[in-house]
């Protein structure tokens, strides 16, 4: 594992920060060095049994496949079973390249990931949460009003210049099918793929100060805009960055301190920006909504069709039903890729 950052200063404090633990580098990727030590994880961070190695088909060739998460210990458990359904079901599993963005430095976080799975070849990156300091409106969902929740809005910044194209990935899913299927998507001249959904009303996602103005209810015109969930996409990273696609949604991020346009989010400035202008995807790769909705988490099925993700968007986490003994039908699909060893597992292993 790898943490990035061209400058020397900041290869000065990202050494600062491993050798003094409550200190962390403020740059926006993270440091370039490497990280030997396993630390032993503290009581805030959940301890992971090791993963098996996976290893690449005869057929493999070189071409790495980069998937993009953020990472924090309030979603490692979702992060981990993310991680090991995409590696289980990958016929070339050593191809797969992670870059895990994060806002806050926490070394049990990363020798976590590195002892769960020794084999994987990943990069961190840090998001400087005072990019949207000040540009965040409180939202429906005090989880989506954390500032990484924002981080896929700046890919085109922290990710590495010579990766072009990636797929970001929410941690609250599961890959049940070979994730290189979803990065062969053609995106068509498009920056970016996702499922769309059309037959939302897509209305819902703006508030009437929105449509009511007549500059703004101008935003789609030309376009047949569809909703589109943000937690599964491929990227074209360097069409997004000569489009300064990330400049365009902070504008709108502005105007919503302003008028109060939307509630939801990161998700409404993708939507102004790019809806009705995407590649669509087969919805088999994002069957989301499975945690509920935004304020109870209710219990939802599966959508008829086939499934080659599942996504617990939504207020409801399958980790946390599954500890609390109420758990949904949909959440034992989960359960077999979640890598959680209980204190009570510990205990009588140790």
């Known amino acids: ?194 499922p769309e959904y059309c037959h939302a009303n897509f209305t819902k996602y703006f508030t009437g100060v929105f449509w009511s103005d007549p500059t703004m209810a101008e935003t789609f015109k030309g376009r047949r805009p569809c909703y589109f969930n943000t937690g599964v996409m491929v990227v074209d990273v360097e069409k997004w960055r000569e489009g300064s696609y990330t400049s ?5 991020m502005v105007v919503q301190k302003q008028k109060r346009i939307y509630h939801l989010g990161s998700l409404p400035p993708f939507l102004l920006v790019l809806a009705g202008d995407i590649k669509g995807v087969d919805h088999r790769w994002n069957q989301h909504g499975l945690g509920g909705d935004n304020l109870e988490g209710k219990c939802r099925s599966l959508h008829p069709g086939p499934v080659s993700l599942l996504h617990w968007s939504g207020k409801g986490k399958p980790w946390l039903r599954l500890d609390s003994r109420k758990p949904c039908i949909v959440d034992h699909l989960w359960a077999p890729y979640d890598l959680y060893r209980s204190s009570t597992h510990s205990l009588e292993e140790y």
């Open 248 to 252: 365009k949604m902070e504008e709108w």
């Open 1 to 194: 594992m790898a943490f990035r950052n061209p400058s020397l200063s900041s290869l000065l404090i990202g050494l600062l920060s491993l050798l003094l633990p409550l200190q962390y580098s403020t740059t926006t990727a993270a440091v370039g060095i490497r990280l030997g030590v396993i630390r032993k994880p503290s009581p805030d961070v959940p301890i992971f049994r090791e993963a098996p190695a996976f290893r690449n088909g005869d057929a493999c060739g070189s071409d790495k496949i980069h998937i993009s998460m953020t990472l924090d210990s309030n979603y490692l458990r979702g992060t981990m079973a993310a991680v090991l359904s995409i590696l289980q079901h990958s016929t070339c599993p050593e191809n797969l390249e992670f870059h895990f963005l994060w806002a806050r430095f926490e070394p049990d976080v990363f020798s976590s990931i590195k002892s769960t799975f020794p084999y994987l070849n990943f990069n961190a990156y840090h998001f400087d949460s005072h990019r949207v300091r000040g540009k965040i409106s409180k939202s429906i969902r005090q989880a989506l009003d954390q500032p990484l929740n924002y981080a896929r809005i700046y890919l085109g910044d922290i990710i590495p210049a010579e990766v072009k194209r990636l797929i970001y990935l929410d941690s609250d899913l599961v890959v049940v099918d070979d994730v290189a299927k979803l990065w062969d998507v053609e995106l068509e001249n498009k920056v970016l793929a996702a």
